[in-house]
């Protein structure tokens, strides 16, 4: 069974611009959570959706968005990208009722 | 609110000595618990999980934890640390029916030869 799949791995991104990221679940897996890594912040829960809706969202501004579609994959924006929006962003499925998430291998995220 | 302690975001140990790293939690409803691993340059791998069963917990690598609700604990113990056991280590907690993971701040394991 494949895993959990991120693109881009790496992206360059200028300040004020806009940057979106996917991510495809594991089959069968309805669920799609993102989190934000930083050194200074450490790992940090962006938003969780399930079946195409947003079921819980982190304490971030609204220029985090993202969105679920019919076969699961889950894309997130950032718009007007600032320099502290540079961070590994990770993506995690959920399998079943016990919150097992299994995580991708992440896109790396450079605003310059 | 949950949240979970990692304490010491550095841990050395020589090849062959025990592993122990150290989560304590807070949580207002009966916690599931888990213990992921992150090599350089790649995503969050999961070595084991508690969710109210054995409190007993044994995972992947020789890894094991064992939850402690009187000390709200859930420390991660290996018997013999190999050179490949070296990472970063991150402990995290949610609550039944919620998919939001709360991390801790991470522990970075140090082998050597």
Same mark, same amino acid.
């Given at each position: 069974?494949?895993?959990?799949?991120?693109?881009?791995?790496?992206?360059?991104?200028t300040?004020? *611009? *806009?940057v979106?990221?996917?991510?495809?679940?594991? $089959?069968?897996?309805?669920?799609v959570?993102w989190?934000q890594?930083?050194?200074? *912040?450490?790992?940090?829960?962006?938003?969780?959706?399930?079946?195409?809706?947003?079921? !819980?969202?982190? !304490?971030?501004?609204g220029?985090? $968005?993202?969105? *679920?579609?019919? !076969?699961?994959r889950s894309?997130m !924006?950032?718009?007007?990208l600032?320099?502290?929006?540079?961070?590994?962003?990770?993506?995690?499925?959920?399998?079943?009722?016990?919150?097992?998430?299994?995580?991708?291998?992440?896109t790396?995220?450079?605003v310059? | 609110?949950?949240?979970?302690?990692q304490? @010491?975001?550095?841990v050395?140990?020589?090849?062959?000595?025990?592993?122990?790293l150290?989560?304590?939690?807070?949580?207002?409803?009966?916690?599931?618990? /888990?213990w992921?691993?992150?090599?350089?340059n790649q995503?969050?791998?999961?070595?084991?999980?508690y969710?109210?069963?054995?409190?007993?917990?044994?995972?992947?690598? @020789?890894?094991?934890?064992? /939850?402690?609700? =009187?000390?709200?604990? /859930?420390h991660?113990t290996?018997?013999?640390?190999?050179?490949?056991?070296?990472a970063?280590?991150?402990?995290?907690?949610?609550a039944?029916? /919620?998919?939001?993971?709360?991390?801790?701040? @991470?522990?970075?394991?140090?082998? =050597?030869?």
């Open positions: 069974k494949a895993g959990v799949t991120q693109t881009p791995r790496y992206l360059i991104k300040r004020g *611009q *806009q979106t990221l996917s991510c495809s679940p594991i $089959s069968g897996h309805r669920s959570s989190y890594q930083t050194p200074g *912040q450490g790992l940090q829960f962006l938003f969780e959706y399930f079946s195409e809706t947003q079921r !819980n969202k982190g !304490n971030f501004p220029r985090f $968005s993202g969105r *679920q579609f019919s !076969n699961s894309e !924006n950032v718009s007007t600032e320099l502290g929006d540079s961070a590994l962003y990770l993506c995690a499925s959920t399998s079943g009722a016990e919150n097992e998430q299994y995580f991708g291998p992440g790396r995220l450079t310059t | 609110a949950q949240s979970v302690t304490l @010491g975001s550095h050395s140990v020589s090849e062959g000595a025990l592993v122990l150290r989560c304590n939690y807070s949580s207002s409803v009966p916690p599931y618990l /888990f992921y691993v992150q090599y350089p995503g969050l791998q999961l070595l084991l999980k969710t109210s069963a054995a409190t007993l917990v044994k995972g992947i690598n @020789g890894f094991e934890a064992e /939850f402690k609700k =009187s000390e709200t604990s /859930f991660l290996k018997p013999s640390a190999h050179m490949s056991d070296a970063e280590y991150f402990c995290a907690v949610t039944t029916g /919620f998919q939001k993971l709360v991390f801790g701040t @991470g522990t970075r394991l140090l082998v =050597s030869p």
